[in-house]
């Protein structure tokens, strides 16, 4: 399970994000389906973020995005590219 890891993780060596498939609980975390593989082999379960989470702002913009994403994974290769994008759109 990967948990709070932050975007573009380089610890496995590939994850991917099923953002339109996110929950946000009542206490602002926001828990979505993961998978990848890392030393160890592939790996599947939920990542979550806290809403203290220095990232929480990015999964939460990403997240209201979910029409964009629908059947389709982020994968941390090109998350680079929507980290990106979120950085020009949001002081």
């Given at each position: 399970?990967?948990?709070?890891?932050?975007?573009?993780?380089?610890?496995?060596?590939?994850?991917?994000?099923?953002?339109?498939?996110?929950?946000?609980?009542?206490?602002?975390?926001?828990?979505?389906?993961?998978?990848?593989?890392?030393?160890?082999?592939?790996w599947d379960g939920?990542?979550?973020?806290?809403?203290?989470?220095?990232?929480?702002k990015f999964w939460?913009?990403?997240?209201?995005?979910?029409?964009?994403?629908?059947?389709?994974?982020l994968t941390s290769?090109?998350?680079?590219?929507?980290?990106?994008?979120?950085?020009?759109?949001?002081?």
């Open positions: 399970m990967a948990e709070n890891a932050s975007p573009g993780d380089q610890s496995v060596c590939q994850t991917f994000y099923h953002p339109d498939l996110a929950k946000i609980r009542e206490d602002g975390t926001i828990v979505m389906q993961a998978g990848g593989c890392n030393e160890h082999g592939i939920y990542f979550s973020v806290p809403a203290d989470s220095p990232d929480y939460l913009w990403t997240v209201k995005q979910k029409d964009r994403w629908t059947g389709s994974w290769e090109n998350l680079r590219k929507v980290l990106e994008e979120y950085s020009k759109t949001v002081d």
